[in-house]
């Protein structure tokens, strides 16, 4: 067990519609991480936030976005979902901008 | 090249050794990291390296690191049945605050 949690681990859902993943990071860690895996894409690193503040950004869609709250948890909200999101999303955290990262177990979204 | 390549597959025999190769990209990349993804799981940090290293050693894992080629492999001793896994190789570019770079994986395929 990594110290990441991730919920929900399966989401089906419709073309056009929106959802919001969660992630716990593991305890001490400031730094949340969203990465996106796909059979086409591979691992895509998405977006970054430290101790609540946006840190960096990878290749994100402008239809999702991520915000970390003052208890360090993170959400990514999905919107306007394509077939083409279909995929595995992780969340990782690691203690600053440069320690080791874990990675939870992962949401997969499945859009129909 | 832009991009962490690896190896797509490998098939070794169960008792013999596995080396798992990786080329990255930035030579400033102050970690590299082994991540082994078991069917339906997350990504499981498996070791790392510092780029001030050579070589780093965890019981049946041997990383090597040759800086001048931007080439990192694993060696895995004794391979199980259980390591049986996808590996992923990923740099943490120059910089330290965006998100691991990750190679497309390698499948490590245990003959009995």
């Known amino acids: 067990d990594s110290g990441v949690t991730q919920t929900p681990k399966h989401l089906i859902t419709a073309t056009g519609q929106r959802v919001t993943l969660r992630c716990s990071p593991r305890?001490?860690?400031?730094?949340v991480y969203w990465y996106q895996q796909s059979l086409d894409q591979g691992l895509q690193f998405l977006i970054q936030?430290?101790?609540?503040?946006?840190?960096a950004k990878g290749n994100i869609l402008e239809r999702f976005s991520a915000q970390q709250f003052p208890d360090l948890h993170s959400e990514l909200n999905l919107s306007s979902l394509e077939l083409g999101d279909s995929a595995l999303y992780f969340c990782?955290?690691?203690?600053?901008?440069?320690?080791?990262?874990?990675f939870g177990q992962g949401t997969r979204l499945t859009v129909v | 090249g832009e991009d962490v390549e690896q190896s797509l597959f490998l098939s070794v025999r169960e008792g013999d050794s596995s080396v798992i190769n990786c080329t990255y990209t930035?030579?400033?990349?102050?970690?590299l990291y082994w991540y082994k993804q078991e069917p339906g799981a997350g990504l499981q940090l498996l070791t790392y390296?510092?780029?001030?290293?050579d070589m780093k050693q965890d019981q049946r894992l041997t990383v090597l690191l040759n800086k001048k080629d931007k080439h990192l492999s694993l060696r895995i001793a004794d391979t199980q049945t259980g390591d049986s896994a996808i590996y992923f190789c990923?740099?943490?570019?120059?910089?330290?605050?965006?998100?691991?770079?990750f190679g497309k994986g390698t499948h490590l395929i245990i003959q009995p």
């Open positions: 936030y430290y101790n609540g503040e946006e840190r």
């Open positions: 390296i510092f780029s001030n290293m």
């Open positions: 305890s001490g860690d400031l730094s």
């Open positions: 930035d030579s400033s990349s102050t970690y």
């Open positions: 990782a955290s690691s203690e600053g901008g440069v320690g080791l990262t874990f």
């Open positions: 990923a740099e943490r570019r120059g910089g330290g605050a965006d998100g691991l770079t």
